[in-house]
Every structure is written in structure tokens, then in C-alpha cells.
């Protein structure tokens, strides 16, 4: 007879934290996202991607998203078992919309020492994937995600007990 152990599934951890539709606040949202990464003992290379993805949504929020007396929101998670950290950050003008993903395209005048417009670009290269979703009640979450594993680790790291012949 062969019976099988119950298995943990490791619960993702997560982190949710509205914060004022200031510049301010923009650069607080990536030092609470550092510390979480700490916290949560994100590997450095995942850490250093992540880091500059949470300034770009944040500040995109604070400039394009803003509305008067309203907050945008930062949400992190990170799922261990499938190794993925999702950075997400919402605000209140669903009607301003990014690109999709697909259509990100540098600004039409290359000014090289312009200090917007290539905050998607800097998206696209550094998550994996990434995305808006749009929900009441006019929200709008732009959404990245990063392949959150050690290089070189292999998928399953349980080591066997015994070795079949």
C-alpha cells in the first residue's frame, strides 16, 4: 500500500500599502519595496530589477494617474512555490491608459537628457511580463512580473531520500 505525505504549499507573501499622489510618496514606495524585498530575502539580482520597476510605476502614478484627494496604492507578492514577484501599482484615472505591452515605443523625439518619457521602456526590459487591469471603481493597476529564483537554482530543490537502483 502507498500513501502519500501532505505537502505545504508556501503561501505567498504580500505587501499593500496606499500612499499620497506626491513625488514624495513616489520615492517612498521604493524604499518600502526595498525593505520588503529584504525582508522577504528577494535574491539581489530579482531585488535590483524590482527596485527600478516600483519607481517607474510609482512615478507614473503620481504624474499620469493623479487625482485630486486620492492616494495610489503599492502591492507586492511574491509566490515562492512558482518563484514570481508581482509588483503592482494602482491608481484613479482608469481613463489614462498606457500602451499594451507590445506597442511600447521610444518618445518621437530622442532627447537624450529628457528626464520622462521612457519609464515603460525601462518596464518592458526588466519584467518578464507586464500589464493593466482595469476595476472599479475607476481604477487602473499596472502590474509587472520577475522570475524570482537564485541563478542557476533548479526548479525543485527537495533533495531525495533515498536513490531508486
Known amino acids: 500500500m502507498s500513501t502519500t505525505t501532505p505537502q505545504l504549499l508556501a503561501s505567498a507573501h504580500t505587501f499593500d500599502q496606499s500612499l499620497s499622489a506626491t513625488r514624495r510618496a513616489a520615492r ?40 485630486q484627494g486620492r492616494d495610489f496604492r503599492l502591492a507586492l507578492a511574491l509566490h515562492p512555490t512558482p518563484g514570481v514577484l ?32 521612457r519609464g515603460l521602456l525601462l ?13 472599479a471603481p475607476p481604477l487602473k493597476t ?10 542557476h537554482a533548479p526548479a525543485d530543490r527537495r533533495t531525495p531520500r533515498f536513490t531508486a537502483l
Request: net charge negative.
Open 28 to 67: 517612498l514606495a521604493r524604499l518600502l519595496a526595498t525593505r520588503q524585498f529584504e525582508v522577504w530575502q528577494v535574491p539581489p539580482h530579482v531585488t535590483e530589477r524590482a527596485e527600478q520597476i516600483v519607481a517607474e510605476l510609482a512615478a507614473n502614478a503620481v504624474l499620469h494617474g493623479r487625482v
Open 86 to 117: 508581482r509588483i503592482a501599482v494602482s491608481d484613479a484615472r482608469a481613463e489614462q491608459l498606457p500602451p499594451p505591452p507590445g506597442n511600447v515605443e521610444p518618445p518621437s523625439l530622442p532627447l537624450p537628457d529628457a528626464e520622462s518619457g
Open 123 to 135: 518596464v518592458t526590459a526588466l519584467a518578464d511580463r507586464w500589464g493593466v487591469d482595469l476595476t
Open 142 to 151: 499596472v502590474w509587472a512580473e520577475l522570475g524570482c529564483r537564485p541563478p
